[in-house]
């Protein structure tokens, strides 16, 4: 069969890299992909929002399936559009994908159906939000409403920076509509997990747990950015604490929609903290997690096409999910600045090296060619994931690998999976 995979970033190539290997799969495309994912994809040029011509393409090229990576394109009814023609796609449909595209959305459905979170309420006046921060005091957490890239969350250690954060989203509207809304909630310590699952709306499969690295510097400091690492399994999430996440998260999540008539198909994604074991909800995504998709991915034994066929058709309850046992590390190689501002167009070299050794994949996620020399085109460059037999040994592999890739300005945390090694 023929699969048009939607994105062109370290998890998209993560699927691509998995749908490879699928006995199913003759031929895979990719909208719009990077230099990496076109060694095993033919990446087309078509805008990923513009719906009309990328169904027209899946239907000029016999397409059997579409695969959607990135949360922009569900939000805006992808899903919708493509199923409107009879076309198969997998993800979740515009009503269900306001679980990640509205914050708001998410907090009062966890809200109405008890799922733990953190308390909150919701501003759309600036001065009153204002009030309420000054009368809660720090830590508090500051988020826009919609979607900002993962910029719009500001969590203040002061009451000032509070303050400067909703100015940020409400007076200057640094993140334009996404803006709209602001919730001011309740900072919860303890540590984060990302949970993954597949769901067909009726049947939900529980993918391995990961951890995301968010900050951009060594021992989480820095700003956040769209994540700097991720390994997977996470040591913090134990069998029993699953257990919990799947009846107090992702059930009444699913069934909570379902009860007010939104089916919820595809992947979901839970950032969870662990407190005192027990897991709280700080968002919900509504596609796999970047870059925690590649560590998990590299670890899913299952034919990923089975599982995507199963969802589209629901009928997940005929799938059981097999992993391989060992552990995986993803270690983000980002641009000089990011996520400020960085340059492009750095040449990249020892790729061809770091992907001779075993059980090291090389994602793509901001890469061109330039005159037949991979070339830097985005922040988060790489995500270099290794296997091992456990978390110390995926560890030194991905960053042996690391040592033999280079471009000038490049930068990457030296300490990813260091939390998992003191569990
Ligand atoms: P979000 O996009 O909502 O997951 O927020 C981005 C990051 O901000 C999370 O990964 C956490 O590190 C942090 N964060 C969000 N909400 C809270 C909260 N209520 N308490 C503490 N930290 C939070
Ligand atoms: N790594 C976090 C996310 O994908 O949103």
Known sequence: MKVLVIGG?????????????SRHVDKIYCCPGNAGISELAECINVGDNNFEELIDFVKYEWIDLTIVGPEAPLSKGIV?????????????????????????????????????????????????????????????????????????VIVAETVDEAIDGLKLIMK???????????????????EEASFMVFTDGKTILPMVSSQDHKRVFDGDNGPNTGGMGAYSPAPVVTEKLESIIMEKVMRPAIKGLQSEGIKYKGILYAGLMIKNNQPYVLEFNC??????????????????????????????????????????VCVVIASKGYPGKYEKGKVVKGLDDAKKMNDVFVFHAGTAFNNNKVVTSGGRVLGVTALGKDIKDAKFKAYEAIEKIHFSGMHYRKDIADKALKC
């Open 287 to 328: 596609r796999l997690g970047d870059p925690e998709a590649q560590p998990v991915l590299s670890r899913l034994k299952t034919d990923l096409i089975d599982i995507a066929s199963a969802i589209t058709d629901e009928k997940l309850s005929n799938i059981t999910l097999e992993w391989k046992p060992d552990a995986s």
């Open 172 to 190: 200057d509207r640094a993140f334009g509509d996404a803006g709209n809304r602001v919730i001011v909630e309740e900072c919860i310590h303890g």
């Open 9 to 21: 970033g370290g998890r998209e190539h993560a699927i691509v890299w998995k749908l490879s290997q």
């Open 80 to 152: 919708d559009a493509f199923e409107k023609e009879g076309r198969k796609i997998l993800g979740p449909n515009i009503k269900a994908a306001q679980l990640e595209g509205s914050k708001v959305f998410a907090k009062d459905l966890m809200r109405r159906c008890g799922i733990p979170s953190a308390e909150y309420k919701v501003f759309t006046s600036y001065l009153h939000a204002e009030d309420y921060v000054r009368m809660k005091g720090a830590p508090i957490v500051i988020k826009a409403e919609g979607l900002a890239a993962g910029k719009g």
